[in-house]
């Protein structure tokens, strides 16, 4: 069984940051070797994926926050990082980590990020 617990989710002003973390712990080998991802769903809207960073710290993002957020991870605490700058109205939403190695797919429950002045 593996867990994903994120957190750094919270209300913040138009303009403002925050930093979300998402921690695997349970049985996965290191996150050196999966495939990790940002997911978001808005109020209203479907899930969209925000960012990827690959297996070769290879990262993507989509067109809506490039430029302002960063995916990175530290593999030494199985961490996944979505540092997220310049934050705007449209950024409020859920934020989901979810990682796949090996074939397995696996999601945390979600921290909500709300911007609002």
């Known amino acids: 069984q593996v867990q994903l617990v994120e957190s750094g989710g919270g209300l913040v002003q138009p303009g403002g940051s925050l930093r979300l973390s998402c921690a695997a712990s349970?049985?996965?080998?290191?996150?050196?070797?999966?495939?990790c991802y940002w997911y978001r769903q808005g109020p209203g809207k479907q899930r969209e994926l925000v960012a990827t960073i690959g297996r070769l710290g290879n990262t993507d993002y989509a067109d809506s926050v490039k430029g302002r957020f960063a995916i990175s991870r530290d593999s030494a605490k199985n961490t996944v990082y979505l540092e997220m700058n310049s934050l705007k109205f449209e950024d409020t939403a859920v934020y989901y980590c979810?990682?796949?190695?090996?074939?397995?797919?696996?999601w945390g429950e979600g921290t909500q990020v709300t911007v609002s002045s």
């Open positions: 979810n990682i796949q190695i090996f074939g397995n797919n696996y």
């Open positions: 349970g049985s996965i080998l290191s996150i050196s070797v999966a495939t």
